[in-house]
């Protein structure tokens, strides 16, 4: 269908033959599709970008528009042999640290940046790169202008990354963040100043009152001149629950029984449960990563830096394009749409089928009786029928 597949040593040497100029043009490549694709998936579902979701429901800005939402996070592979810059890990692994960063309202992956497995989790250059070359990749009607939410958790918080972000309206980009905040002893005697009518319930991910957690805005309780270093209209709060069974807690946490977890936003407005259940869907961007270790992220086959930050590349790639088929040709399949990559290889990347010729025309034949045979018939239909962008 796609012509003869290539061999294990040519896919090798082109590996090798990426080097950073490569990859910058692989990179502005990847944008410029993201744009068509985007486009495309206007024209077939009436929606260019679906809305994240919170606590069940889509988060609008307050014009009514969908927020794009970045997801950056940081993980872990194992390397199992000697490779460059594999390095001990902070979990006592040897291997990778990659920077990775997802659209949380498509599944895309926006950039990867790969790192040695001792690279600090909270080095600000590391995701203010990412920061940028994710903004890239966003294509132009929603980079300036266009409500953009980013959100970490507390290993990537620092003073110069909330800085970078806050720096970015000056270009022009709305946006707005929701970043985890370490609790130390200011933390604990800012909540310690809290009066008990500060706090209020917690929501669980139904939208619905969580009677063990609770919500309070810290910002206000700290030392005068404590966040004097810190950008400009930043907010602090804090959440408290019970802990699990087994959960680590701290001498101030076990002596009041409650777990606490802060983070921070320039956020102005919104009730403090609805912005504490937004910063903990971050928590999905777990799932983007190990969907995408199914999809080539979870080892990197050479000994050669350059050639595995290529596999990176290709990697992202890979999830960008299952991201496209399932919102574009597959979006009316909620079961298809939402499948993770090996269900997708089984029912429908890996299905047996034959290739015939006739009247000079292919023709890709399925078996009738399986299950999923009418759903990919009609995802190579749709895609056909994609309107072509004018070049």
């Not at 970015?168 to 909540?191: C, F, K, M, N, P």
């Not at 946490?253 to 320039?266: L, P, S, V």
């Not at 574009?328 to 299905?351: C, F, G, N, T």
Request: glycine share 6%; net charge neutral; with cysteine.
């Amino acid at each position: 269908m796609f012509g003869p597949v290539a061999s294990d040593s040519t896919c090798w040497r082109v590996l090798d033959s990426i080097g950073d100029v490569e990859l910058a043009a692989i990179e502005q490549a990847r944008a410029a599709a993201r744009e068509v694709a985007w486009a495309q998936r206007g024209e077939v579902t009436g929606t260019v970008l679906p809305a994240s979701l919170v606590c069940g429901q889509p988060l609008l800005a307050r014009d009514g528009r969908p927020v794009l939402v970045i997801d950056e996070d940081a993980t872990l592979v194992i390397a199992h042999s000697e490779k460059e810059q594999a390095r001990p890990t902070f979990k006592h692994t040897f291997g990778f640290h990659p920077v990775l960063a997802f659209c949380d309202n498509t599944d895309e992956a926006l950039t990867g940046s790969l790192r040695a497995g001792n690279a600090g989790s909270n080095t600000a250059v590391d995701h203010i790169g990412v920061v940028d070359a994710a903004l890239v990749q966003v294509p132009e009607a929603f980079r300036h202008g266009y409500p953009i939410l980013f959100r970490f958790d507390g290993a990537d918080a620092s003073k110069a990354l909330l800085g970078h972000l806050h720096g970015l309206r000056e270009q022009q980009v709305d946006a707005e963040y929701s970043v985890g905040w370490a609790v130390t002893t200011r933390e604990h005697t800012a909540i310690a100043a809290l009066p008990e009518n500060a706090w209020a319930a917690a929501i669980d991910v139904d939208g619905d009152p969580r009677a063990s957690a609770a919500v309070a805005e810290l910002s206000g309780m700290f030392a005068a001149g404590a966040l004097r270093d810190y950008p400009a209209g930043m907010r602090v709060f804090v959440r408290r629950e019970r802990p699990h069974p087994g959960a680590q807690l701290d001498l101030i946490e076990e002596a009041d029984g409650w777990r606490y977890t802060c983070f921070a936003t320039n956020t102005d407005h919104g009730q403090h449960a609805f912005l504490d259940a937004r910063h903990r869907s971050h928590a999905r961007v777990e799932d983007r990563i190990r969907c995408g270790k199914d999809t080539g992220l979870s080892r990197f086959p050479s000994k050669l830096f350059a050639i595995n930050q290529a596999w990176l590349t290709c990697a992202l790639t890979a999830i960008d394009l299952l991201a496209w088929a399932q919102t574009i040709l597959l979006h009316d399949q909620p079961d298809l749409a939402r499948a993770e990559p090996k269900k997708l290889r089984y029912r429908l990347l890996h299905v047996a089928a034959r290739l015939v010729r006739g009247g000079r025309r292919p023709r890709l034949k399925i078996d009738s009786t399986w299950r999923w045979a009418h759903a990919l018939a009609a995802a190579f239909h749709r895609l056909h029928a994609l309107p072509t962008p004018i070049t």
